[in-house]
């Protein structure tokens, strides 16, 4: 996946079990516009945890990927259909209907008959079968904020119950999806909602991403330096986007809230050509292929020498956070499925690979 772009990489993995091994099917999407670019691979392991086997190249005709177990041993690859590039036999089964974007595609078997299931107008479900006999529909969905119907927090995975009723599927209380559903089971999100302080004394936590890459060190290393200055998170400054406090106007690292490369705020500590360090903020609020960084500080905002111990100012003007969201980011036409991060960031525009330490004052 080295040079893939924002929100490409891995898409929309698919886990099944066919009662000896677990497979899993996924995308390797490389590019949206124009020609799709889709590199299909599946795998297996018998123990969930693997070992996995080498990735087994499927075809590149789409996305959404799925396989179906049928009881006479056969399995079903279902994909959407974008072009034809495969290296094993394929036939359309179904073309869509009015809503058009037909995603996410299921086989299954029940009561002798099969079913496909689809969404349509971008998404995916899929169904589950639970010990005491009820089946749920799980899908996705989204929560719209201000009069521009943002979903900020992206897509959000969701639960239905569903019953059969003469061979058909339906989805209890439907077809608007009920916003309180009981499921098996109890979830205790005591540390969800707990303060996170994390420290970086045994590698990067689980809740830190990053753009994939095949050589992490290149981007990430934690310096086991704790027992005489706490464990630091230390970044390798990348271009143009990847703290020491810099002394250069062309480094620079701060804080960031960010979507993707159209669609970010950076808060960075930088300098002035003479030298006097100096606090900026940089913004692009646009879309492919119209992203605008810009500097919304009339002046910049020198920082004082003495650092440490002083009393904390608000500074520079309110921005619109709902910039960061599927309907804005990445994709005029309907948006790519990212999800916005707050994080750390480092830059260095001199290409001198500057390093950058963050930790606690």
């Not at 299931?117 to 904020?145: C, F, S």
């Not at 009069?147 to 009723?165: D, H, N, P, T, Y």
């Not at 292929?289 to 003495?306: G, H, M, S, T, Y």
Request: proline share 7%.
């Amino acid at each position: 996946m080295h040079s893939n772009p924002n929100s490409y990489g891995v898409w929309a993995p698919c886990l099944t079990h066919d009662g000896e091994k677990f497979w899993l099917v996924y995308t390797d999407f490389k590019r949206n516009d124009g020609i799709k670019n889709t590199d299909n691979y599946i795998v297996n392991a018998s123990p969930v945890v693997g070992p996995w086997s080498d990735p087994v190249f499927a075809n590149s005709s789409g996305f959404d990927l799925s396989l179906f177990h049928d009881d006479d041993g056969k399995k079903w690859f279902n994909s959407i259909h974008w072009l034809a590039n495969s290296s094993v036999p394929e036939k359309t089964s179904f073309l869509g209907m009015d809503l058009d974007l037909v995603e996410g595609p299921h086989l299954y078997k029940w009561n002798g008959w099969y079913y496909l299931l689809t969404a349509e107008g971008a998404g995916y479900g899929d169904i589950v079968d639970t010990p005491d006999g009820k089946t749920y529909l799980v899908h996705l969905g989204g929560r719209p904020t201000t009069q521009e119907r943002r979903c900020v927090l992206g897509r959000k995975a969701s639960i239905q119950e569903a019953f059969w009723q003469d061979n058909w599927l339906y989805v209890k209380n439907g077809p608007v999806p009920s916003l309180q559903v009981e499921v098996p089971g109890v979830w205790d999100d005591t540390k969800y909602w707990a303060e996170q302080q994390y420290e970086f004394e045994n590698g990067l936590p689980k809740d830190f991403q990053r753009l994939r890459t095949p050589e992490p060190e290149r981007i990430f290393k934690t310096e086991r330096i704790f027992k005489t200055e706490n464990g630091k998170l230390t970044l390798l400054a990348g271009s143009p986007l990847a703290p020491g406090l810099s002394s250069h106007e062309r480094q620079f690292a701060g804080l960031t809230a960010y979507y993707c490369q159209y669609n970010f705020f950076y808060l960075i500590v930088t300098a002035h050509p003479d030298g006097q360090q100096e606090l900026l903020v940089l913004s692009s609020e646009a879309s492919l292929p119209d992203n605008q960084l810009k500097r919304p500080f009339a002046e910049p905002v020198q920082i004082p020498n003495k650092g440490k111990g002083e009393e904390l100012k608000k500074i520079g003007p309110v921005f619109d956070a709902s910039i960061l969201s599927d309907e804005c980011g990445g994709h005029k036409a309907h948006g790519n499925p990212i999800v916005a991060f707050v994080g750390v960031a480092c830059s260095d525009l001199n290409g001198s690979v500057l390093p950058g330490s963050f930790d606690y004052p």
